[in-house]
């Protein structure tokens, strides 16, 4: 789909002098813009209405009903971005919200966990022979790699990849006993959906970390719903990390929990070694 907003914010310093009359007769004010006639709209930027037809096949678009259809389109897929609310300036406002939001969101995901299919999916990995974690896109890639760490140091078998192609060839070629647990922030990532939709076919046991009644939590086994209301700010980094940082930790101690001395000989060892050859002394974390 064309997006005429962002090509007009784009190209309009390429435009002749009636073009960038009607880029910012657009721009300022699309929805009345798309209750203009061609003629109202070429009145107001005092151009002719073939000068108008002329900008609109600039842009790509067939005519100017075209030009409408996809400026609506390009307006309603970015209402925040089209004219953003007016957030924090100073660093110690922006701080303020960032932290605020993030202490909103941990205890919301506390208010919402399902703690009993936290249980299921602790049990299933801890039963397992092998764990695959499965994210792409950003946030949801960094939490494969985070449940990646948190299992290896308790001694599961466990690897993470952020690659479509190699999460569908792993999913295919994972041995029996394998459980899969994915991520997505969005819940529409339709190639995760169609691996995960494979692993099914093989048996494997399907854990996913998403959105409620999403195109990803369709194909869960054990589903941990993640459910939150994203930023009118547009620039504050969205919460949503912290709220799957959260749910990954909960899990992540309870199949520690649950393996109980096995973990622990597992991380006395990562310890014995870091102490050894890194810290010193045994205050630092398991990790860095």
Same mark, same amino acid.
């Given at each position: ?10 190209? *309009? ?54 030009? *409408? ?201 990562? *310890? ?17």
């Amino acid at each position: 789909m064309l997006d005429i907003v962002g090509l007009l914010q784009t190209e *309009k310093n390429a435009f002749t002098r009636s073009e960038r009359a009607l880029t910012e007769i657009v721009l300022a004010d699309a929805d009345s813009v798309l209750k203009m006639s061609i003629v109202d709209l070429a009145a107001q930027a005092d151009v002719s209405p073939p000068t108008v037809t002329r900008f609109c096949r600039r842009l790509g678009c067939d005519s100017y009903a075209d030009f *409408k259809v996809r400026l609506a389109q390009s307006r309603f897929v970015g209402q925040r971005y089209f004219a953003p609310a007016a957030g924090p300036t100073s660093v110690h406002e922006i701080a303020q919200g960032v932290v605020n939001g993030i202490q909103s969101i941990i205890y919301e995901t506390f208010d919402h966990l399902d703690f009993a299919a936290v249980e299921r999916a602790a049990e299933s990995i801890q039963k397992s022979n092998y764990v695959l974690a499965f994210g792409s896109g950003g946030a949801s890639s960094m939490m494969a790699g985070e449940m990646e760490a948190r299992l290896f140091r308790l001694g599961l078998k466990v690897a993470s990849t952020d690659d479509h192609q190699l999460q569908l060839m792993r999913a295919a070629a994972a041995p029996p006993g394998t459980v899969i647990i994915a991520f997505s922030l969005s819940g529409n990532n339709a190639q995760l959906a169609k691996t995960l939709t494979v692993a099914g076919e093989y048996g494997l046991v399907r854990i996913v970390v998403t959105r409620s009644a999403s195109m990803v939590s369709k194909q869960a086994d054990i589903l941990l719903p993640v459910n939150w209301h994203e930023n009118a700010d547009i620039l504050r980094p969205t919460p949503g990390r912290y709220a799957f940082l959260a749910t990954v930790d909960v899990l992540a101690q309870t199949v520690a929990t649950r393996l109980g001395p096995t973990a622990i000989t597992s991380m006395r060892r990562i *310890k014995h070694q870091l102490v050894v050859n890194r810290d010193g002394d045994d205050s630092q974390p398991l990790g860095d």
